[in-house]
T-cell receptor, first 114, second 115 residues
Framework: DAKTTQPTSMDCAEGRAANLPCNHS???????VYWYRQIHSQGPQYIIH???NNETNEMASLIITEDRKSSTLILPHATLRDTAVYYC???????????????FGIGTKLQVIP | GAVVSQHPSRVICKSGTSVKIECRSL??????MFWYRQFPKQSLMLMAT?????????EQGVEKDKFLINHASLTLSTLTVTSAHPEDSSFYIC???????????FGPGTRLTVL
């Protein structure tokens, strides 16, 4: 799996959009970009993933650059409950199931400030 | 989404004892489950891959005789920390993939404290 680089920490005011960047310059053509978050003392939670098109769901939006070397996770209206460590991961994905381990980096610690 | 549970959520044991942690996929079958360990202020580190009906695959540096993994059914994997020592105190997390989606679903974690 390709390596990712994220800022160690970020602050965001409550109610504002949180934009979390991720660099993955060595991403391969068949690797997806995944985002997870981990709230303190809980297991990681899946947020969103994408291949090359921008994606949006009820939690967040994912913007992937045209060259796929970087992406940004956007939490449109951050709340205090969004305070967590956010992990950007790139990996091969398939629907055939089986062996798909996830390797975590350091992630970005997002602190939402009242 | 798919739900993964872990039991217990928190356990305290004496040094030298063994502790079993269960990981269950509640509403899907998972032929493969993964076990992670997370020390304070660090990221999750993959320990091993649990395969239903076969031996687990351990990551480099993880002692297979100390961390026993059993994946006896398509919905249950267990991790047994044998002869636990204080340095084994950590947050243990499992995950599973339903095989029908690209997502990986994680359990809530088990906090192990060895006295």
């Amino acid at each position: 799996d390709a390596k990712t680089t994220q800022p160690t920490s970020m602050d965001c005011a409550e109610g504002r959009a949180a934009n979390l960047p991720c660099n993955h310059s060595t991403i391969s053509g068949n690797e997806y970009v995944y985002w997870y978050r981990q709230i303190h003392s809980q297991g990681p939670q899946y947020i969103i993933h994408g291949l090359k098109n921008n994606e949006t769901n009820e939690m967040a939006s994912l913007i992937i650059t045209e060259d796929r070397k970087s992406s940004t996770l956007i939490l449109p209206h951050a709340t205090l409950r969004d305070t967590a460590v956010y992990y950007c991961i790139v990996r091969v994905a398939s629907n055939s199931g089986g062996y798909q381990k996830v390797t975590f980096g350091i992630g970005t610690k997002l602190q939402v400030i009242p | 989404g798919a739900v993964v549970s872990q039991h217990p959520s928190r356990v305290i044991c004496k040094s030298g004892t063994s502790v079993k942690i269960e990981c269950r996929s509640l509403d899907f079958q998972a032929t493969t489950m993964f076990w992670y360990r997370q020390f304070p202020k660090q990221s999750l580190m993959l320990m091993a891959t649990s395969n239903e009906g076969s031996k687990a695959t351990y990551e480099q540096g993880v002692e297979k005789d100390k961390f026993l993994i059993n994946h006896a059914s398509l919905t249950l994997s267990t991790l047994t920390v044998t002869s636990a020592h204080p340095e084994d105190s950590s947050f243990y997390i499992c995950s599973a993939n339903p095989g029908t989606t690209n997502e990986q679903f994680f359990g809530p974690g088990t906090r192990l404290t060895v006295l």
